[in-house]
């Protein structure tokens, strides 16, 4: 069965930290990866969409790595704000799958001032 | 670009009634819309995938006969929650595919919360 894992699923920082969180996938054979960020009672913003063939894309304070071969992606938090404060998501295309999108669990990220 | 829009952002309804939820790709045109639900807590999941002009393909253990969808044109998707229950309360949340920004992209609209009474 493929299915996405995501660790930890809340993490509470202080501002101004660095943090990492993870998603792993359970097989490699994937189109694409993608992190989204959702908050409250609202819908999905997009925040990276990493392709098969790429190793990480970048946008401001946001970065996301993709390692196929070990099942994991990794997004990493510069400089953390207390408006980052949400819930992020992981979600997997996988091969074969018409398009259909794998999510994770997520992590509900708190950061406090 | 890429927006999708959803109609109603929320609603209320008694049990029994049925609900249809309006999902719109308001610039572009999307051959496949894909339908979620979202219980407190918890991750998204997918509840069937529509292609314009066909059947929809639902996912195992979601009813088509009480979730119907229809994707009439390239621009619209609806999901109908027929004979709703309180237990059929949820946020609904729906996506469009774009071939033309990309093969594998999804946006997402911003989803129905609805709650049955």
Known sequence: ????????AALSVPEGENLVLNCSFTDSAIYNLQWFRQDPGKGLTSLLLIQSSQREQTSGRLNASLDKSS???TLYIAASQPGD???YLCAVMYSG?????????GTQLTVLP | G????????WVI????TSVKIECRSLDFQATTMFWYRQ???????????SNEGSKATYEQGVEKDKFLINHASLTLSTLTVTSAHPEDSSFYICSASNPAGGPDEQYFGPGTRLTVT
């Not at chain 1, 799958?97 to 669990?105: D, E, H, I, P, V």
């Not at chain 2, 890429?2 to 952002?9: D, G, L």
């Open chain 2, 39 to 49: 219980f407190p807590k918890q991750s998204l999941m997918l509840m069937a995938t």
């Open chain 1, 71 to 73: 099942g994991r992606s």
């Open chain 1, 97 to 105: 799958s018409a398009r259909q999108l794998t999510f994770g669990s």
């Open chain 1, 85 to 87: 404060s949400a819930t």
């Open chain 1, 1 to 8: 069965k493929q299915e996405v894992t995501q660790i930890p």
């Open chain 2, 13 to 16: 309804c008694k049990s029994g």
């Open chain 2, 2 to 9: 890429a927006v999708v829009s959803q109609h109603p952002s």
